[in-house]
């Protein structure tokens, strides 16, 4: 069964740089392009960034265009989000997703 677990999330102080993680598994992962998504505190999902299956093609929210990079190691059956200059309007709940496919998310909080 298809398996998305996120890891790399925490605390950073506002201007700080975290790096998300999600490892997949029970599917051929290099065959599909995968997500991030994330969740404000009464707020609703909203897309933060796609890459396309071979990694070559990405796509940001504009709000994160510029800060947040998105990338995947087909070999390691991983894709990672780089995040930098991070604001308190970034705290959210991140999730891999594929498809209709979700990981648990982990929590990212800018706070000083």
């Known amino acids: 069964q298809v398996q998305l677990v996120e890891s790399g999330g925490g605390l950073v102080q506002p201007g700080g740089s975290l790096r998300l993680s999600c490892a997949a598994s029970g599917f051929t992962f290099s065959s599909y392009a995968m997500s991030w998504y994330r969740q404000a505190p009464g707020k609703e999902r909203e897309l933060v960034a796609v890459i396309s299956s071979a990694g070559g093609s990405t796509n940001y929210a504009d709000s994160m265009k510029g800060r947040f990079t998105i990338s995947r190691d087909n070999a390691k059956n991983r894709v990672y989000l780089q995040m930098n200059s991070l604001k308190p309007e970034d705290t959210a709940v991140y999730y891999c997703?594929?498809?209709?496919?979700w990981g648990q998310g982990t929590q990212v909080t800018v706070s000083s």
């Open positions: 997703t594929l498809g209709g496919y």
